[in-house]
């Protein structure tokens, strides 16, 4: 009995720590989803991710539905309020890390004018050129347009090139090429790795 007794507290104290390091989401929250290796996101990971560092390839905003906790964000199924117990079940079944952004104390008071306009560009289609539009969007720029009011995140011109080499991926060639486009490199966009690295926010922690 003793001996069960032991097993079972060295067991709690193993798990309780971990549980007390998860962050705590709060509305306004930034959720980073780290890159595959692979495809698309492969592609984004070779052209704007950060060396030495986990790169990204989509973000979400933390809100809340009545008592229920969300996210909005743009995704392949177009710009979405999605549970974020299935936002977190969907990053976990790719074996994805999800890590916790937040805007620093400066910034926190343009969180309720982002949620509300946020919420006003719901049901809008996916944007697959990743140049600008009003009636589609991609994940960071449905984030960026969420607080644009308020100027928080800076658009940027867009990058398809290897920082390390310099060279444009066949991936990103391809992609243009069948949609009949010119590769918009640099006209004015975001993405998830430079939105990370933005002064307004402080790195809380990863969820997973």
């Known amino acids: 009995m003793r001996a069960l007794v032991l097993l079972f507290s060295l067991l709690l104290s193993s798990i309780v720590p971990a549980l007390a390091k998860a962050p705590q989401v709060r509305d306004g929250d930034l959720l980073f989803v780290s890159a595959g290796s692979t495809g698309l996101s492969g592609a984004i990971d070779d052209a704007t991710g950060k060396q030495g560092q986990l790169s990204y390839d989509h973000v979400a905003l933390v809100a809340h539905d009545g ?113 009949g486009m010119a590769l918009p490199q640099d006209q004015p966009g975001t993405n998830p790795n430079d939105m990370a690295a933005s002064p307004a926010l402080t790195r809380i922690g990863a969820l997973f």
């Open 67 to 179: 008592s229920e906790r969300i996210v909005l964000h743009a995704d392949e199924q177009g710009s979405r309020q999605q549970p974020l117990s299935a936002f977190l079940d969907e990053a976990r079944a790719k074996h994805r890390h999800v890590v916790l952004y937040r805007l620093k104390q400066a910034q926190r008071d343009t969180i309720p004018d982002a949620i509300a306009t946020a919420r006003t560009m719901l049901g809008k289609p996916y944007n697959v050129t990743y140049v600008q539009s009003e009636d589609s969007y991609y994940c960071s720029d449905f984030i960026e347009r969420a607080f644009r009011a308020h100027h928080v995140f800076a658009l940027q011109p867009m990058n398809f090139k290897n920082p390390q080499t310099g060279e444009i991926s066949q991936y990103w060639i391809d992609f243009y090429k069948t949609r």
